[in-house]
């Protein structure tokens, strides 16, 4: 059954719902329903079920008038989520890294994830590091990491 004028599919209602929770991990449940189109009744309800389908959806509720919806900081664990407009800035970031191994990894990685990228070849890259220099990164950057060396 096709919505009516004005009315939203379940299925755009849902990808809205996601969406959303990636921008922002809590919303007010009337701010999430104005946001998505929707009322708010028929967001609880899909909220709920969402929730019991094993979305990570946390519920506080400090009065019927106030409840907010959130999902947990780690939501999408094992993932970094970037928007569209900051990929390019990341591209010219990640090509400025000196070439090794783990640049050329990175880079594959991003590139073979953008849907239909247009990435320009042109880059300004630093010399590779010698060998020594990798080994010697690696021990300060272990050291910064567990407090051995201080800002």
């Known amino acids: 059954m096709l919505p009516s004028v004005g009315q939203r599919s379940t299925t755009e209602t849902l990808a809205g719902i996601y969406q959303a929770f990636l921008a922002k991990r809590t919303w007010r449940q009337p701010e999430l329903a104005r946001e998505l189109?929707?009322?708010?009744?028929?967001?609880?309800?899909?909220?709920?079920?969402?929730?019991?389908?094993?979305?990570?959806?946390?519920?506080?509720?400090?009065?019927?008038?106030?409840?907010?919806?959130?999902?947990?900081?780690?939501?999408?664990?094992?993932?970094v989520l970037f928007k569209r407009e900051?990929?390019?800035?990341?591209?010219?970031q990640l090509r400025r890294v000196p070439q090794g191994p783990g640049r050329k990894r990175l880079l594959d990685l991003v590139l073979a994830r953008l849907p239909r990228a247009k990435v320009s070849d042109v880059a300004v890259v630093p010399a590779a590091p010698r060998p020594e220099e990798e080994q010697f990164l690696d021990i300060v950057e272990q050291s910064r990491a567990t407090g051995l060396l201080s800002r």
Do not use: C, N
């Open 86 to 92: 900051e990929v390019p800035e990341l591209l010219r």
């Open 37 to 79: 189109g929707i009322g708010v009744e028929a967001l609880r309800r899909m909220l709920l079920e969402l929730t019991e389908k094993g979305m990570p959806l946390e519920r506080d509720e400090e009065d019927r008038s106030r409840v907010y919806w959130s999902v947990p900081a780690d939501w999408f664990p094992e993932s």
